[in-house]
């Protein structure tokens, strides 16, 4: 493994994301949010991470709350996996309510705590506001809070990208360039939005790949199913399509939300397994906290530990 950077404050090695994708096998990430309670947080350690570990992820990141909310918990979860597993973790970070002196203040923090990995977002606009405002003294985009993260120096950086083209782009080709912008800023690794038809996304991985010149990792977001009503309001708000027969599929089992997250299981395998004969480096699973259908995925990859 290329270029492990030594903590002074921690006397462990660990390394920055873009260097986990650097394995011949395919890297896995799982997502978390921070639970809104201690004894979630608590159960997120004790249960949910050990489970998951057991699926020798190469990190974990962890979300950062709508206005800032969840800061102080996304910093000390991230801090807590890496201190309590040695596992990298990676902590997102969003310019929403923020001016670049609290973005300079949560990175000089993350710093301290050890952390090296930061996925650099917009995040959307609040709610009740139909556009993103940055205020006064923030950021407007994502690619200037990668420049800003970027010549300090200190952190391995990561993106979001989006098969079908982010919700509030006209044209998907602008945002793909967008995308390419932010790692032509600094940006190591892209992440995508969730997404359910494969060919969006090798459509879009083929365009900054063979178009725009992008060599680093283009990773696949990928969320299983909880529920019907889960899954249509997730694709809902970021602007992701669920293709007919699968609605029709997804809708005959409104009431029965353990045939909806076999059914996930059967349409996460079949993306996954399509992209990673593709040639993608990994797959970045939105697992919401929940691990029974990421290691069933897992295991029809057969990526599971012996
Ligand atoms: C992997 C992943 C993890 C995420 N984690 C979180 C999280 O932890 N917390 C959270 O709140 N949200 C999270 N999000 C959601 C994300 O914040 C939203 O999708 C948000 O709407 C856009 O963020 P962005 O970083 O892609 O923004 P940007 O890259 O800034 O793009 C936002 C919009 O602005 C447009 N744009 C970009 N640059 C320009 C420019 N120079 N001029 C004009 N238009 C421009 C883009 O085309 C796009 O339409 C995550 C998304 C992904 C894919």
């Known amino acids: 493994m290329k270029a492990v950077a030594r903590l002074a404050c921690t006397e462990r090695a660990y390394v920055r994301i873009c260097h986990l994708y650097d394995r011949p096998e395919p890297t896995i990430s799982f997502e978390f949010f921070p639970p809104k309670t201690l004894e979630g947080e608590e159960t997120l350690f004790r249960e949910t991470i050990p489970e998951l570990l057991r699926l020798r992820p190469a990190f974990f990141s962890v979300t950062y709350g709508a206005g800032g909310g969840t800061r102080d918990n996304t910093l ?29 203040k949560y990175l000089d923090d993350a710093h301290a705590a050890g952390i090296e990995n930061i996925l650099a977002l917009r995040g959307d606009p609040p709610q009740g506001q139909s ?39 006209p044209h998907k080709h602008w ?57 249509k309001r997730f694709t809902t708000l970021c602007g992701a399509k669920l293709a007919r027969p699968l609605l029709r599929k997804l809708e005959a089992h409104a009431d029965d939300d353990e045939a909806v997250r076999q059914l996930g299981v059967e349409v996460c395998t079949d993306i996954c397994r399509r992209l990673l004969d593709h040639g993608v480096a990994g797959i970045h699973f939105y697992c919401l906290n929940r691990t029974t259908s990421c290691a069933e995925i897992m295991r029809n990859l057969g990526l599971s530990a012996p």
């Not at 597993?85 to 002196?101: D, I, K, N, R, Y």
């Open 131 to 169: 556009e993103f405002q940055p205020v006064a003294g923030g950021f407007a985009h994502a690619i200037d809070l990668v420049r800003y993260i970027k010549q300090r120096g200190q952190f391995g950086i990561a993106a979001a990208c989006y098969p079908e083209g982010h919700l509030e782009c």
């Open 175 to 231: 945002d793909w360039d967008r995308a390419a912008a932010k790692v032509e800023a600094g940006a190591e690794v892209l992440i995508t939005q969730l997404f359910y038809d494969w060919s969006d996304f090798l459509d879009m991985y083929d365009y900054l790949r063979n178009r725009r010149g992008l060599t680093v990792p283009i990773i696949p977001g990928v969320l299983p199913f909880l529920g019907t009503a889960q899954i």
């Open 76 to 104: 000390r979860i991230v801090s807590r996996i890496r201190r309590e597993f040695g596992v990298e973790a990676m902590s997102h970070l969003t310019c929403v309510g923020s001016t670049a002196a609290m973005v300079s």
